[in-house]
């Protein structure tokens, strides 16, 4: 946890900074490399009734909650380590789940 989502994002170009952007994101969240994942889905867009083909680049990030300034940085770096592999315009967006709601084994995370 946290878990990036990745839509629009070939995976194939994410590969080449996805541990530099791991590294960036345990320092703003003060936690291991380990503790995330990326995973990139294949999404077709679809307009008008035709199929756009690759979908807007979008990241969705499933966390616990770790307030405003956080966030912000947070965002600003994955948006960072995509420009660098061309990506010009990105979408990121935060899904919060609640530790009582979140089991690991079983096992409430709170």
Known sequence: MPQLLFRG??????????????EDLASICECGTDNFTMECLHATA???GLAEGQSYPFVEVGW???????????????TAH???????EVE???????????????????
């Open 92 to 110: 990121v967006a935060f899904r919060t789940y609640r530790e009582d709601s979140y089991y690991i084994n079983g096992k409430p995370c709170s």
């Open 46 to 48: 679809v307009f008008g």
């Open 9 to 22: 994002v070939p995976a194939d170009r994410l590969t080449t900074v996805s541990l530099a952007l791991a």
């Open 82 to 88: 995509l420009a660098l592999i061309g990506i010009a």
């Open 64 to 78: 616990f909650e770790r307030g405003q300034a956080v966030r912000d940085r947070f965002a600003q770096a994955v």
